[in-house]
């Protein structure tokens, strides 16, 4: 776990990790940060990520988020599912996108550097059903 991304996440309220966690370690440090929503990645395949979900619902107050690995398997319409936002990863590509009223958020990858992308998070603000999102690039 990046010490830089660790302090990045000072502070916040809940950790959305969107998958490739890599190890149980990264989760057990998360946890000492806020409580901590993860769903699997492609890479996870040890004992330990069998338990994390494909798919999770997050309900903060009035803001739903839908959390995935791979956006090409999303499996419903977030529009019409009433999704404030879904969060994603797969790529380790930053992205933040409005289509049809739903905010898509892919924070990057906080961990090794993949390929020539930036090491980065994403830190969302959420107000009532608005989402706002920031990437964050770590510097390693």
Request: hydrophobic share 45%.
């Amino acid at each position: 776990m990046r010490p830089e991304a660790v302090r990045a996440l000072q502070g916040v309220e809940l950790v959305v990790h969107a998958g490739d966690v890599g190890t149980l370690q990264v989760l057990d440090v998360l946890k000492n940060i806020a409580p901590v929503v993860a769903v699997r990645g492609n890479t996870d395949r040890d004992c330990w990520a069998r338990e994390l979900p494909l798919t999770e619902v997050v309900e903060i107050g009035a803001a739903s988020l839908y959390v995935l690995h791979n956006i090409h398997e999303l499996d419903l319409d977030p529009a019409a599912s009433g999704l404030s936002a879904v969060i994603y990863g797969h790529s380790h590509q930053p992205a933040v996108e409005k289509r049809k009223g739903v905010l898509y958020v892919n924070p990057g990858s906080a961990g090794p550097r993949r390929f020539h992308l930036p090491v980065s998070v994403a830190l969302l603000r959420i107000k009532g059903t608005s989402v706002v999102a920031e990437i964050v690039e770590l510097r390693v």
